[in-house]
């Protein structure tokens, strides 16, 4: 789930190519609508110091979405000569009280 009003963590782990972690990649994510296909935001992912290919990115609180909006997070890594792309289907709702 991605919540609405919250900041949302991104998180990549291990990214590894020809049996190496890729530490220096350029990795950035996307948020996008399912259903319309549309751009809803974008968002840089940084290296996690002394981690193994993880990367880490925010969604931002004040990104616009509706309850129940069908969401896919897009992330593209590129360095060199490796470049791939990783597509989680997600949907957005309220971070509730338990």
Do not use: C, K
């Not at 291990?14 to 968002?43: C, H, K, M």
């Not at 840089?44 to 997070?73: C, F, K």
Request: proline share 1%.
């Amino acid at each position: 789930m991605v919540y609405i009003n919250s900041d949302n963590l991104v998180t990549l782990s291990g990214v590894i190519y020809d049996s190496a972690y890729i530490n220096d990649a350029e990795v950035s994510g996307e948020l996008i609508d399912r259903v319309s296909g549309d751009s809803i935001t974008t968002f840089e992912m940084d290296y996690v110091s002394a981690s193994n290919g993880n990367y880490q990115g925010v969604i931002p609180h004040d990104t616009a979405m509706t309850e129940d909006q069908r969401l896919l997070v897009v992330v593209t890594v590129e360095a060199d000569s490796y470049q791939d792309e990783f597509r989680l289907n997600e949907v957005a709702g309220y971070n509730r009280l338990s």
